[in-house]
Each structure stands twice: as structure tokens, then as C-alpha cells.
T-cell receptor, first 114, second 115 residues
Framework: AQSVTQLDSQVPVFEEAPVELRCNYSSSVSVYLFWYVQYPNQGLQLLLKYLSGSTLVKGINGFEAEFNKSQTSFHLRKPSVHISDTAEYFCAVSDYFGNEKLTFGTGTRLTIIP | EAGVTQFPSHSVIEKGQTVTLRCDPISGHDNLYWYRRVMGKEIKFLLHFVKESKQDESGMPNNRFLAERTGGTYSTLKVQPAELEDSGVYFC?????????????FGPGTRLTVL
């Protein structure tokens, strides 16, 4: 079984400032890692995912995340945020061995302050 | 390419009533998933269809929930009878492949309120 921890439930950030949203996971097997975003009144949209290879993954809208196996982390970063980044962000994992279901964290609500 | 659609977007019912949620996956996606988010908590897996077969229903809360996928196309999730704790947002997702880190595409969700 896996679990995902997003310690920050809310993160306020000034516009054009950098942001990091933290995600840690626990699993007894290797996992795939995902970040999804939910904009107001919309469904979840994939931002990026890590399957294998380079530990730095680039996604849409200028976001990137780094997989750190030793720290079991997959933090999401953006160097300069915009008002349009206001949304809820979800970290999720699925395992390598055919169990396709996603296990999600509780989400981080990112608020951009003008 | 049309995305995953869900109907209705909102449903308000009284305890003891029946509600049926519908999900239309992306065309050609054999894999269909249901998830639920209870307010303030994480999004939790309910079940996974491959075509019309239930591959994994380990997340279904109890036997008041019944999911079907007719002919491997759209899916319905029926709650009968509904209880207060069933309130939440129900998401449907679909993917072309199962596993291998294939992307699951999510619908906008159905917000269910049980009074």
C-alpha cells in the first residue's frame, strides 16, 4: 500500500514570487509519481509525471518537479507564479506492478496574492 | 478529442433516496476509474473497469454503491439508499492503457449533497 503526504494545505504566494509545493510518499514498491491541478470549477488536469530516467521533470505552465528517491519526495516548483496559477494541486502515486489506481495526497491550495 | 464528461454536475438529494451518476470516458479508452473526494479529505479510489469488467473494486465503501459499465462505453455509479456520509465530489477518469504510468484523464466531477 502507498500513502502520500502534502503537509501544506494552503500556500499563499505573492505574484511573480517562486513557489514550492511539497509532496512526500511512502511505498514498499517502486512507484510512478504525478502532480495534478484543479482550477476553480474544473476537473483535474495532469501537470507532470515521473516514470523513470531524469529525476527533474518539466510540465505544463512552467512547473517542474524533482524526484528524490532517498527522501521519498516529489516537490513541485515554479520560479515565478501568476494569478492564473491559483488552484488546488494534488500529488499522486501509482505502483509499478499493475495496480493502476492513483493514491492521492490531501491537496494544497495555492493562492496568488497580487 | 472530447474529454471525460460527467452528469449531473450537481445533485442534491435526501437521505434514503437513490442517485445515479454517469460518466462518459474519452473514446477509445478501455480503462475507466471512479474516485471520490469527501470534503477536506484526499481523493480516494473507488473502482476500476477494463472495458465492461470490474478489474478492481477494492475502494467501494459498501454494498449501497453499484457501478456498471454497459458495453464497455459509459459507466454509471448508483448510490441506493444514500446516506449523509456519501456527500462529496465523485470523479471519473479514463486511460488508454492500464498501468505503466499511463495518464488518467479526469472529468469535472459530480458534486453530491445528501441532506
Amino acid at each position: 500500500a502507498q500513502s502520500v503526504t502534502q503537509l501544506d494545505s494552503q500556500v499563499p504566494v505573492f505574484e511573480e514570487a517562486p513557489v514550492e509545493l511539497r509532496c512526500n510518499y511512502s511505498s514498499s514498491v517502486s512507484v510512478y509519481l504525478f502532480w495534478y491541478v484543479q482550477y476553480p470549477n474544473q476537473g483535474l488536469q495532469l501537470l507532470l509525471k515521473y516514470l523513470s530516467g531524469s529525476t527533474l521533470v518539466k510540465g505544463i505552465n512552467g512547473f517542474e518537479a524533482e524526484f528524490n528517491k532517498s527522501q521519498t519526495s516529489f516537490h513541485l516548483r515554479k520560479p515565478s507564479v501568476h494569478i492564473s496559477d491559483t488552484a488546488e494541486y494534488f500529488c499522486a502515486v501509482s505502483d509499478y506492478f499493475g495496480n493502476e489506481k492513483l493514491t492521492f495526497g490531501t491537496g494544497t491550495r495555492l493562492t496568488i496574492i497580487p | 478529442e472530447a474529454g471525460v464528461t460527467q452528469f449531473p454536475s450537481h445533485s442534491v438529494i435526501e437521505k434514503g433516496q437513490t442517485v445515479t451518476l454517469r460518466c462518459d470516458p474519452i473514446s477509445g479508452h478501455d480503462n475507466l476509474y471512479w474516485y471520490r473526494r469527501v470534503m477536506g479529505k484526499e481523493i480516494k479510489f473507488l473502482l476500476h473497469f477494463v472495458k465492461e469488467s470490474k478489474q478492481d473494486e477494492s475502494g467501494m465503501p459498501n454494498n449501497r454503491f453499484l457501478a456498471e459499465r454497459t458495453g464497455g462505453t459509459y459507466s454509471t455509479l448508483k448510490v441506493q439508499p444514500a446516506e449523509l456520509e456519501d456527500s462529496g465530489v465523485y470523479f471519473c477518469a479514463s486511460s488508454r492503457r492500464a498501468g505503466g504510468g499511463d495518464t488518467q484523464y479526469f472529468g469535472p466531477g459530480t458534486r453530491l449533497t445528501v441532506l
